[in-house]
């Protein structure tokens, strides 16, 4: 065959496909979700094997161990004690709570760990939701936006004085981020920078999570908040007022399931880009592979560069250890 192009000819051997990689995944761009309770001990998920549900004090030494392995930023996922929960969420600003306490305590340990805050009220909330309900004249439950974009303010200025990195509001209310990015400046907290879960969708990929915080909603769903599984035009809303409001990073969650979600923000903006590898992704890997039809590794790996090619600049996996000793060997 005459032939003057060859594609096979950068496949050749490891060295030149090495040569000629587009994207490569890295240590640096993984961060570690972390759940956590007031409890001395640390309990396995059996929704999520392979995950604890740590102490404070086994938290400490988690994130000394995972600095060792180069992962150099952890989120954090308190399960709040039933007793501190309430209608109006008020413990999450409570600067003795569970949250700022292992802030200031990784902070302490690691001064080097970027540490970044979950911001919504569904783990404090006695209904289960993400924001304040009330309930309509049509007995529905509806969920109020202004009213609990103040109280995510207290949320996020009680993280910010505890020593947070970076706070990520979840909770998708509208006008959220400028309302703490002003609220952050005004109380001297300029360089705390602002992780939106620009475009989080009602999932059915998320439960494995909620049985790890018990943090389910009580009565009805997150439609009315969370958005749509079916549309990408609004996400690029979604994208356009967080970065007017003063995002600094935007996110995609989840990830597997939404690359074309992550491909269309990347063409939209120059901020940088999480995506989160979510429970229900990652419960699916482990079953798959625990039954012998997938190779762990390979699988992870592989699930992970797709989301860095999409157009991801960090991602938010259960895998980020494993994947730190992977790249490391």
Not at 64 to 92: H, N, T
Not at 129 to 143: A, F, P, T, Y
Request: negative net charge; glycine residues 10%.
């Amino acid at each position: 065959m005459e032939m003057m192009i060859r594609g096979r000819r950068n496949r050749r051997s490891a060295a030149v496909r090495g040569l000629v990689r587009e994207n490569r995944l890295a240590v640096e761009d993984l961060i570690l979700p972390v759940f956590f309770h007031a409890d001395a001990e640390e309990v396995d998920i059996s929704s999520m094997p392979g995950c604890t549900r740590w102490s404070v004090e086994g938290l400490i030494g988690e994130a000394k161990r995972v600095y060792e392995m180069g992962i150099r930023a952890m989120v954090l996922f308190p399960k709040i004690d039933d007793a501190l929960k309430s209608a109006d969420g008020s413990e999450c600003g409570n600067d003795e709570g569970l949250v700022p306490q292992v802030i200031r305590a990784i902070k302490a340990a690691v001064p080097g760990m970027c540490v970044i805050t979950d911001v919504a009220l569904d783990p404090y909330s006695s209904d289960g939701h993400d924001g304040l309900v009330v309930r309509g004249c049509d007995g529905e439950l509806k969920i109020l936006n202004d009213e609990t974009v103040e109280v995510l303010c207290e949320q996020a200025l009680c993280h910010a004085r505890a020593g947070a990195d970076i706070v990520a509001p979840s909770d998708m209310m509208d006008g959220r981020i400028g309302a703490i990015r002003v609220a952050l400046d005004e109380a001297g907290f300029e360089e705390v920078g602002i992780m939106a879960y620009t475009a989080k969708y009602a999932s059915a990929f998320y439960g494995p999570f909620r049985g790890a915080l018990d943090s389910a909603p009580k009565e009805g769903d997150k439609k009315t908040y969370q958005m749509d599984p079916g549309n990408v035009r609004e996400a690029v809303r979604e994208l356009l007022m967080d970065e007017e409001e003063g995002a600094d990073v935007v996110m995609v969650k989840p990830a597997g399931p939404y690359l074309d979600v992550i491909a269309r923000l990347r063409d939209e903006t120059t901020l940088p880009i999480a995506a989160y590898q979510v429970s229900g992704e990652y419960l699916m890997i482990k079953a798959a592979c625990g039954s012998g039809w997938l190779d762990e590794k390979a699988v992870v790996m592989e699930s992970l560069l797709g989301i860095k090619r999409a157009g991801a600049d960090m991602i938010l996996t259960y895998f980020a250890k494993d994947v730190a000793q992977w790249l490391k060997d």
